[in-house]
């Protein structure tokens, strides 16, 4: 018996060190995003208040830069999880607006619309503490400061990604379905009444979708395919990229395995689309597939063509981090991210429980589109 109690906290104690052991090299492993210095990025912190600040998106309005955030004790759903509203001339220094928050409920992933010389607000509202929203509510601001009253989103069931518009009359925005497994392209001609044009895709847990336009007309997507949501991430999991051409009633693809690209951003510049998302910069392995909470992430920026994504280079970046907002002024791309502590290179879910800034970083987009070139020609090798 004594023998048996001795072999079993043997037994014990090897497993409290083999695990004390990777949360201490967790905790200090030194952070190794791979920065492209060609880009000459500018990042600064934007909101550093010592919780776990969250899914963000920009918009240029009035003269202003406007930037809007969660904030949250961590990075599961919470009723304490509210949205701030800040402003700014130079996108350095901010001044708070106004929070919004849904009394009882969590509120994440907001998204900016300017139209009509009003600024709206949608917003995802979720109970469940894994966060998986369950509808997309709206408000309007003339100031960014007073709010209409929150109203719910019709249709319903649909989870709002960001808008986008040719003409400044029609606006396009990609929304997933809140049980998942596929996601669609809507429009709306005033920004409170949206209509099904189409579904982009379908499949084992579709997810975030965002959409741009290419310069011939045509629609370009991409989707987070998840396929699972196993712990350990999916072998399968990937980037599904699709393109559509007007009325944008048909949609085909591909699925790319560079990445899982979570929180998709896409946008535009002379002729050729990128988007800022999360990395996984890692081989997958068993424990390690895309998605999984225990290895590392990062928000990076990439080359979005109809036949592959192309990586560009990481933003800097670890642990629970990406979902980004941006404005682009002129040749210059301003945009805003999360991440965990820069200085190391926590796992995802060391990321999920831990403080979080906000941050801004700018780049000249002439250097993206060089370093585009460079690493298309590249990999067409």
């Known amino acids: ?40 990025l500018e990042t600064w912190e934007a909101v550093s208040d010592g919780t776990h600040n969250s899914n963000t998106d920009m918009a240029f309005f009035k003269g202003y830069f406007y930037l809007v955030h969660a904030s949250s004790p961590y990075h599961f759903a919470t009723p304490e999880c509210k949205l701030v509203v800040r402003r700014s001339k130079d996108a350095k220094t901010w001044e708070e607006l106004s929070r919004v928050n849904v009394p009882g409920e969590d509120i994440r992933d907001p998204k900016f619309l300017v139209m009509n010389d009003r600024l709206f607000l949608y917003v995802l509202k979720s109970v469940d503490f894994e966060a998986e929203p369950y509808a997309t509510a709206y408000l309007v601001s003339d100031d960014g400061k007073k709010w209409s009253a929150m109203k719910d989103m019709e249709p319903k069931g649909w989870l709002f990604w960001r808008p986008r518009t040719r003409d400044g009359k029609t606006w396009y925005l990609a929304a997933y379905w809140h049980e998942h497994g596929k996601s669609a392209l809507l429009k709306s001609t005033d920004g409170e009444r949206w209509e099904v044009v189409s579904v982009i895709m379908e499949g084992e847990r579709v997810d975030e979708t965002d959409i741009e336009f290419l310069p011939d007309g045509r629609m370009i997507s991409t989707q987070r395919l998840e396929y699972s949501d196993s712990l350990f991430g999916d072998a399968r999991a990937s980037t599904g990229i699709r393109v559509s051409a007007p009325p944008y009633t048909s949609w085909a693809g591909i ?8 929180g998709p951003a896409l946008f535009g510049y002379r002729g050729k689309i990128y988007a800022i998302g999360r990395r996984n910069p890692y081989a997958p392995g068993p424990v390690n597939y895309y ?11 990439w080359l979005v063509t109809p036949e592959r994504l192309v990586f560009l280079s990481d933003v800097p970046s670890a642990g629970d981090t990406s979902y980004a907002g941006f404005v682009i002024k002129g040749d210059a791309l301003y945009f805003s991210y999360y991440t965990s502590d820069v200085a190391r290179d926590y796992p995802w879910i060391m990321g999920m429980l831990s403080q979080s800034p906000i941050m801004m970083a700018k780049l000249e987009l002439p250097s993206l589109e060089k370093l585009a070139v460079e690493k298309g020609r590249q990999g067409a090798r």
């Not at 699925?255 to 979570?262: F, G, K, M, N, S």
């Open 255 to 262: 699925e790319d395995h560079a990445t899982r690209l979570d």
């Open 291 to 301: 998605g999984s909470i225990f290895d590392k992430k990062r928000t990076s920026l």
């Open 1 to 40: 018996m004594k023998k048996a109690l001795r072999i079993t906290g043997i037994a014990l104690g090897l497993v409290v060190v083999f695990v004390g052991t990777f949360l201490l090299y967790w905790r200090l492993r030194p952070n190794r995003a791979e920065v492209d210095k060609s880009l000459a």
